[in-house]
């Protein structure tokens, strides 16, 4: 077994070929799927559990407060705590509410997050599945999630919740569509929708280095339309505390609520890893034209740290947005989409094909 | 007339329905219940539905003493618990024609205004909360402790005082007030900028508050709308101008007004006069005369018979006690004008037409206590 922090390729292959020595191929393929998923369930869990702790420490910092700090070192086992609550928890179920539709809608919510979490490239080589359409895939995935928002809002028979899932509704529709087109801006410039071909393509540098200004521009819209995907503040309408008690889940509880409220942080983390891939170089190490010292230093430090590094600072920012500013009206975020991002992206886009097509980028 | 509104409901062609917010609710700080009345998102009709914290204030005065009556007026409005006092105080004095010590007219200036400024930081704190600036709160509640600190010291209490007594005070200012105000004065004059920062100049903020809830100044006047919220539309209404008690006379101040009469408008009147008290205190402090913190009063306080009004300026509004004495040692009818309950009045006329994230923004900057409503 040949395994190396730079390249899980040969430790994964090597996995591959000893397991297919040992038993018939159908059966190796069947426990390679469960060993994946596995994995990935387990990683999904300790990231949500993760993510939790860290927004709470980061908004008690930017809120002159401690956090938590009393269970565990740092109050790190808190949100162990909180799961473990949460699981012990009494389900509730509303007298009219649509018993069926009401109990399915964390899981489609869930289940969006997780199969978008299986085409997100960690490092070279550690990657569930390499689609050629990976991009397509991840964005026809995680806007499966509002499906499961719009259908526990609707079936909990409570207008808070109703209010909260159309909005929800109206708002990811319509940020899809900036999102989307951003996306494709570096899709032009690479090539190619499949996400590990686009890292490769940032080897010498990232796409924000190399694509001029257009590319910051797709950058800024594709953070401001993917915070307003995730529902996060300053767009988390369709929870609107202060508004609607707690927007389309006011009625769930125990680890229904759970499963919501993990979603929303792994939403967090896909686009903030969907940036990291497509705008700042996914696992490559920061590399400068000409130095080459630097870049071997750079180099010397393993990929998924790169890229763990990065997509805490997307999540950081975004996190950032959600502890100062005040949330936007359901007509101004409408607004800002349909007047200002999506021209502005669509625009933004010609360039970039213009761009691509003289072929003026690094 | 809300049977009326459920049979609208009920048509299965409107597409209007009703929403109660309240009296559980988190935007509403307290017990307030709106029954709103909603098409889509827009608003079409707001009925609020006082009486869930009635105690029946006014009642139990007819049968407690004047000094007891003011740790009732403690819990009205909450967090202008020094100016309640100060209006029953002023109330049962004049009656008296008592000429309470001119230290103890310092202190309680010096008291209401520093506990207008933690109103206001309260205010600030929630309001930035109902917009979703979640931080806000922390920030707010983040200096109020300091003038919380300075209330411990000297009254024993930090939230319900009953500092004042008919004829003066219940004891000597601490050692230390003075210098811990001076001390707060400079810490907060450095910290008010970030507010500014926070919330202020923030475009969604702006967005959100500029041209809503327009309050026009004719509006004001007729439904009595007064304190920051009548001022933001222009409404001339300070009682401490207008009607000086206490030392309000030897200060230099400004009335603020402003004539937008929008959300944003009461925002800045809210702002600015923080700094105007802060003014204030700072002509004072350093003048409190020696002297004694209480006038020598008889044990048992007998108004006589007849009728008392008197006002002061809460942090929201005009606060009117009007006493019907019949020569008891207790009144024989207490009456409190309420601000809040009249600034609550005009709440449906300003939120008609807008979304009900706006209902929630202007019932912010109207800064209503829901005890002070009900009584």
């Known amino acids: 077994m040949n395994f190396s922090f730079y390249d899980f390729t040969g430790f994964t ?13 159908f059966w190796a393929v069947t426990i390679e799927l469960v060993l994946v998923g596995v994995s990935i369930l387990a990683f999904y ?7 939790v702790y860290w927004e709470r420490k980061v908004c008690a910092m930017m809120q002159n407060r401690l956090g938590p700090n009393r269970v565990g070192p740092r109050g790190f086992l808190q949100t162990i705590a909180d799961l473990i609550k949460l699981l012990l928890k009494e389900l509730i179920f509303i007298k009219n509410a649509d018993k069926l539709l009401f109990n399915i809608a964390p899981f489609i919510v869930i289940i969006a997050s997780f199969m978008a979490i299986a085409a997100i490239p960690f490092a070279k080589g550690l990657h569930a599945m390499d689609f050629d359409i990976g991009i397509f895939y991840i964005l026809a995935v995680s806007s499966l999630g509002v499906v499961g928002i ?8 409570n207008k808070y919740s109703l209010i909260g899932a159309m909005r929800s509704g109206a708002q990811i529709v319509s940020y899809e569509l900036s999102v989307g087109l951003t996306l494709l801006s570096v899709v032009v410039l690479a090539g190619t929708m499949q996400l590990s071909e686009i890292v490769e393509s940032q080897r010498d540098a990232w796409w924000i280095m190399k694509g001029h200004i257009p590319v910051w521009i797709a950058f800024v819209i594709f953070l401001i339309a993917s915070t307003a995907e995730t529902n996060r503040g300053p767009f988390d309408l369709a929870e609107a505390e202060s508004e609607l008690t707690a927007g389309f889940h006011t009625e769930y509880s125990g680890i229904k609520f759970a499963f919501f409220f993990l979603a929303e942080y792994m939403n967090m983390f896909i686009v903030a890893s969907m940036a990291t891939t497509v705008f700042l170089g996914g696992w490559m190490p920061l590399h400068f034209w000409g130095l080459t010292g630097f870049n071997e230093i750079m180099d010397f430090i393993p990929p998924f740290i790169w890229f763990f590094a990065k997509v805490f600072f997307v999540i950081f920012v975004m996190m950032w947005f959600k502890w100062t500013f005040p949330r936007l009206r359901i007509d101004q975020l409408l607004q800002l989409e349909w007047k200002y991002l999506l021209p502005l992206s669509l625009v933004n886009l010609l360039i970039i094909a213009f761009i691509a097509m003289m072929g003026w980028h690094f | 007339m809300i049977e009326n509104r459920e049979i609208l409901l009920n048509d299965p062609n409107s597409e209007r329905y009703l929403v109660n917010m309240g009296p559980q609710h988190p935007s509403t700080h307290g017990v307030l219940r709106l029954v709103v009345g909603i098409k889509g998102e827009t608003v079409d009709s707001v009925q609020p539905h006082c009486g869930y914290i009635h105690r029946g204030i006014e009642k139990m005065c007819e049968h407690i003493t004047y000094p007891q009556i003011i740790h009732l007026t403690d819990r009205m409005d909450y967090l202008s618990a020094h100016q309640n006092n100060h209006a029953v105080c002023l109330a049962v004095e004049n009656a008296l024609g008592v000429q309470v010590p001119e230290r103890v007219q310092y202190i309680r200036t010096i008291m209401d205004e520093l506990s207008r400024i933690a109103s206001h930081q309260l205010w600030w704190a929630t309001f930035g909360m109902d917009l979703g600036a979640l931080t806000t709160f922390f920030y707010g509640l983040r200096d109020r402790e300091k003038i919380l600190d300075i209330f411990e010291e000297s009254t024993g209490s930090r939230f319900l005082q009953s500092y004042y007594t008919p004829g003066g005070l219940m004891k000597d200012i601490h050692p230390d007030f003075q210098k811990h105000v001076k001390e707060f004065l400079v810490y907060f004059r450095k910290l008010l900028p970030e507010y500014d920062q926070l919330l202020t100049g923030n475009v969604i903020y702006r967005a959100r508050s500029i041209n809503m809830g327009l309050l026009s100044k004719e509006d004001a006047i007729n439904y009595g709308v007064t304190g920051p919220s009548g001022r933001g539309s222009g409404f001339s209404c300070d009682v401490r101008k207008h009607k000086p008690y206490g030392v309000y006379h030897k200060a230099e101040f400004n009335e603020i007004l402003r004539t937008e009469g929008d959300v944003h408008a009461r925002y800045m009147v809210h702002m600015d006069e923080m700094r105007e008290s802060m003014k204030i205190i700072e002509q004072l402090i350093d003048n409190i005369p020696a002297g004694d913190f209480i006038a ?6 007998k108004l006589p018979a007849g009728e008392y009004w008197q006002s002061v300026e809460t942090a929201r509004g005009e606060l009117g006690v009007y006493i019907v004495s019949d020569g008891n ?3 024989y009818r207490m009456k409190f004008r309420s601000p809040n309950l009249s600034n609550l009045g005009v709440l449906e006329k300003l939120s008609i037409g807008h979304k009900i994230a706006d209902l929630i923004a202007i019932g912010g900057s109207m800064d209503y206590i829901i005890p002070d409503i009900d009584r």
């Open chain 2, 296 to 301: 020598k009063m008889k044990p048992v306080i």
């Open chain 1, 45 to 51: 869990a300790l990231l949500g559990l993760f993510l």
């Open chain 1, 150 to 157: 719009l259908i526990g809002g609707w079936s909990s028979n």
């Open chain 1, 13 to 25: 292959q090597s996995i591959d070929q000893a397991l297919k020595a040992s038993m018939s191929p």
């Open chain 2, 329 to 331: 040692k207790n009144p």
